[in-house]
């Protein structure tokens, strides 16, 4: 079969980012070519993200446009991965017949086998079918959907969620994660890469999709994380970040599995307990996040920067604050979310801990890491859900109050959006009007773009090792011929906050939430161009705006990152391009000589 070109588009968080290179590696090894247009494509694409409905809703835009498009080129394939597949699953075929393929995130390593059997699926009932050729023309003529035994479809089933247990034993997706193809070209010069090491969520808040989504909590094997590591880093990666939902939880119970050719399985005569059974295997070796840490900035010591995300506030012990502390590799940077500043409404989300326990654990955190002889203070991010059931001016207020006192460098800030299937969806009415959501968000941006600024302008006259992603957005536009549409770097398509240069050049369209921005989000859904206000993320816009009249001309301005997260825009002077070449991709030092509304400004030294 001649190579088919596939248009990938990714949404949502860092874990779809990295599915999504893991898959197109994989496709890539079996010759499918990645385009970047969805009109130079035989196959379309989408890693899906279900988290809000804003998400959905991009994704079903897209379908829609599809529908017209497979009357014009009836051969064409279409496929919905990820979270939204596995959560919709056969309502999305109902809705969208024209699907071809739904491949959930948990069913990523037989994607391949699905479409290479929906591209020759289709191939064949054309053959069969004289009036699908020539190509029809109008929407009301779309080819006919498949039968359904024609249809790709392979997930989980939220009614069949495997006990963590049962996960380990079957956890054929690890082989995905094995499969990842490294070499200097795969990542870029973009040289950051992430790691996943757990997968799935136990934690059942009673607004959130994941644990349907992607399932119970596995955490995998520390050798094979370490490798990995290894050998990205041979490959000429310098930053890693370490992806988990609840990343701070990782945990390996060596000798309650056994991997079999990449297989993760149980081991023979043994009962396995769970992963959170400490008593499971008394006396055996464990390999805690601690460890696991230690071990990789050990182990792989041309990795500069070692980071993790997104953490959980409760039972975040000391170990891995001493390690962080001991490590000098490693990046003194929380992304820890508290979700709302009311103890009522933490209950009601089934979060698990109260306020003054969260604010303790920040204090507890900046204590251990405050080192005024070394001046490498934390920084710490946050999300916060606005208008959650039942919320109250006092909630909003208490929440408020949350920011003032956690003095995060960004926060994400979100409008609770009611997800079908969940414990909130199901019990708790979504009573609080939109317009006042909006105003809640409204008023909390204000509020965390004041703590930004003021965040940000206690860097200034500090020095600082930064990470360097690329030119800046400002350097792009400059760069841009007038009139030049607005393209994305790569054939991999993001659309969200979470670490483009993971598959591609600088991502563009990145957006921010107005406030030092992050560009690795937990979840995120961004459309490519123009703000969302609560909820874009990433590298800001406005921000390179403001700085455009700083930079002058004939300078060469790049977009860096401190390893607390803060975005560092410098001006090389003289529009020295090779020099400015010779830093992407380089952790170096500058001095910090300003602040922005969102990001700093920073000269070599
Ligand atoms: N595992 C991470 C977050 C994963 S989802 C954690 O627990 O911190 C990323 C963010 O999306 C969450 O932190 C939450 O703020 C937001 N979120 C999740 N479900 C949501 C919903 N139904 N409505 C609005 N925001 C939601
Ligand atoms: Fe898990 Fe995070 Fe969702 Fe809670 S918010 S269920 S911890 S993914
Ligand atoms: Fe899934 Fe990530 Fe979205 S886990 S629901 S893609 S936030």
């Known amino acids: ?29 079996l010759g499918y070519r990645f385009v970047a247009q969805p009109e130079q494509a035989d196959v379309l694409l989408y890693n899906t993200c279900s988290v809000r409905e804003h998400a959905e809703q991009k994704v079903w835009s897209r379908l829609g446009i599809d529908r017209l498009r497979k009357a014009e080129r009836p051969d064409l394939v279409v496929g919905v991965l990820g979270c939204m597949a596995e959560r919709d699953g056969e309502d999305l075929i109902r809705r969208m017949p024209q699907v ?43 080819p006919p959907p498949l039968p359904p035994s024609a249809r790709q479809v392979a997930l989980q089933g939220s009614t069949s969620r495997r006990s963590a247990t049962l996960s380990a034993a079957q956890d054929t997706l690890e082989l995905l994660d094995l499969s990842r193809s490294v070499s200097p070209e795969s990542h870029g010069r973009t040289r950051s890469a992430y790691v996943r090491i757990t997968r799935g969520c136990n934690k059942f808040c009673t607004y959130c999709v994941v644990p349907f989504t992607r399932g119970a909590e596995v955490h995998r094997p520390p050798d094979h994380i370490v490798d ?9 990666v310098v930053e890693v970040t370490l992806l988990g939902q609840t990343v701070n939880h990782y945990r390996f119970e060596h000798g309650s599995v056994v991997t079999v050719g990449g297989v993760t399985q149980p081991q023979k005569g043994r009962t396995y307990k769970g992963a959170h059974n400490r008593d499971a295997f008394a006396g055996e070796r464990v390999t805690t996040f601690a460890d696991l840490l230690r071990r990789i900035h050990d182990e792989a010591p041309a990795i500069e920067r070692l980071r993790f995300v997104t953490s959980y506030p409760r039972d975040f012990g000391d170990d891995v604050l001493e390690v962080i502390r001991d490590h000098p590799r490693i990046c003194r940077y929380l992304h820890v979310p508290a979700q709302t500043g009311s103890d009522r409404l933490l209950r009601a989300m ?82 609080v009007p939109e317009h006042v959501k909006r105003r809640r968000n409204g008023e909390l941006l204000a509020l965390q773009q004041e703590i930004s600024a003021e965040v940000g302008r206690e860097f200034v006259g500090r020095t ?22 607005r393209v994305n770097g790569d054939a991999l398509h993001s659309v969200g906050g979470g670490g483009g240069g993971v598959v591609g050049l600088t991502v563009m369209g990145k957006l ?41 001309r004939g300078s060469v301005q790049l977009s860096a990152r401190t390893e607390g997260d803060l975005i560092v825009h410098i001006d090389l002077p003289g529009g020295d391009d090779a020099r400015a070449e010779s830093l992407i991709g380089r952790v170096i030092t500058v001095r910090l000589t300003d602040s922005r509304a969102m990001s700093l400004v920073g000269t070599l030294v």
């Open 350 to 431: 089934n979060r698990g801990y109260t306020v003054g326990e969260y604010l303790e654990f920040l204090d507890r955190a900046r204590a251990h890491l405050h080192q005024p002889e070394i001046d490498r203070p934390l920084t710490v991010a946050g999300d916060i859900i606005v208008g959650f059931p039942s919320e109250t001016e006092e909630d909003h207020a208490a929440t408020a109050e949350l920011l003032r006192r956690a003095r995060y460098k960004n926060c994400f800030i979100f409008k609770y959006s009611a997800r079908p299937g969940t414990v909130a969806f199901e019990k708790l009415p979504d009573d």
């Open 512 to 552: 921010s939430n107005g406030s030092l921005a992050s560009h690795t989000p937990s979840a995120c859904e961004m459309p490519p161009d123009g703000p969302l206000p609560e909820e874009g993320r990433g590298e800001p816009v406005d921000a390179e705006g403001a700085i455009a009249s700083s930079g002058e």
């Open 464 to 485: 600082a090792r930064v990470f360097v992603e690329g030119f800046s957005r400002l350097e792009h536009r400059r760069r841009r011929p007038v009139g030049a549409a």
């Open 1 to 29: 079969m001649p190579s088919k070109a596939v248009y990938l588009e990714t949404f949502g968080c860092q874990m779809n980012e990295l599915d999504s290179e893991l898959v197109s590696g994989q496709l890539r090894a």
């Open 100 to 142: 071809d393929i739904l491949c959930g995130p948990g069913e990523l390593d037989k994607l391949p086998a699905l479409l290479d059997n929906a591209v020759r699926t289709r191939a064949s009932l054309l053959a069969d079918e004289p009036g699908a050729s020539p190509p029809l023309s109008s929407a009301s003529n779309v």
């Open 228 to 236: 990995e590591c290894k050998r990205l880093a041979d490959s000429g």
